[in-house]
T-cell receptor, first 115, second 113 residues
Framework: EAQVTQNPRYLITVTGKKLTVTCSQNMNHEYMSWYRQDPGLGLRQIYYSMNVEVTDKGDVPEGYKVSRKEKRNFPLILESPSPNQTSLYFC??????????????FGSGTRLTVV | GNSVTQMEGPVTLSEEAFLTINCTYTATGYPSLFWYVQYPGEGLQLLLKATKADDKGSNKGFEATYRKETTSFHLEKGSVQVSDSAVYFCALSNSKGDYKLSFGAGTTVTVRA
């Protein structure tokens, strides 16, 4: 089944403790992206990747890192999480950059709480 | 920059009622427009799309027409069901180098039996 898999689904952590949210897709998509969803703000892009070893900042990159060493994986790293990073996170992929015109495939989301 | 404005929710309807969710956008060039739906506890799913002016996207009884003159992409369904209860997001992509989707704030729709 074609899908984007995120782990974990739920995570509660403490301020300053490094964490990684994993994202993997099995569709050989070139383009991958991370979004955060907050009430009243919709989804905002954190980082995106056009292909292996090619990443760039989205609208809200502060406090986050990403890497794209393999085509299928695009982990999101919070080096020192803070409470304002409490949010619902989604990973998404698309066939290519221009393929976003055909729609993204989204993961099921990771609900992160930083206390 | 690009932006999407959706009507605020929540919206509560009875089954078989008519649903309209307004969406307007600001963008340079010729964006593609989308409606995504998020059912409780799930990720977003593409509901429909339109890639040029006057295109009509449709799926599962939902429709939206790309109106360049009014910069709008309103979502409509003639007869809603309880299973249509979800959060609906309007979005656009501009494909001007960043290839990202810009989303509206989302509209929560609840359909009562």
């Amino acid at each position: 089944e074609a899908q984007v898999t995120q782990n974990p689904r739920y995570l509660i952590t403490v301020t300053g403790k490094k964490l990684t949210v994993t994202c993997s897709q099995n569709m050989n998509h070139e383009y991958m992206s991370w979004y955060r969803q907050d009430p009243g703000l919709g989804l905002r892009q954190i980082y995106y990747s056009m292909n292996v070893e090619v990443t760039d900042k989205g609208d809200v990159p502060e406090g986050y890192k990403v890497s794209r060493k393999e085509k299928r994986n695009f982990p999101l790293i919070l080096e020192s999480p803070s409470p304002n990073q409490t949010s619902l996170y989604f990973c998404a992929s698309s066939l290519s950059g221009t393929g976003v015109n055909y729609g993204y495939t989204f993961g099921s989301g990771t609900r992160l709480t930083v206390v | 920059g690009n932006s999407v404005t959706q009507m605020e929710g929540p919206v509560t309807l009875s089954e078989e009622a008519f649903l309209t969710i307004n969406c307007t956008y600001t963008a340079t060039g010729y964006p593609s427009l989308f409606w995504y739906v998020q059912y409780p506890g799930e990720g977003l799913q593409l509901l429909l799309k339109a890639t040029k002016a006057d295109d009509k996207g449709s799926n599962k009884g939902f429709e939206a027409t790309y109106r360049k003159e009014t910069t709008s992409f309103h979502l409509e369904k003639g007869s809603v069901q309880v299973s249509d209860s979800a959060v609906y997001f309007c979005a656009l992509s501009n494909s001007k180098g960043d290839y990202k989707l810009s989303f509206g704030a989302g509209t929560t729709v609840t359909v009562r039996a």
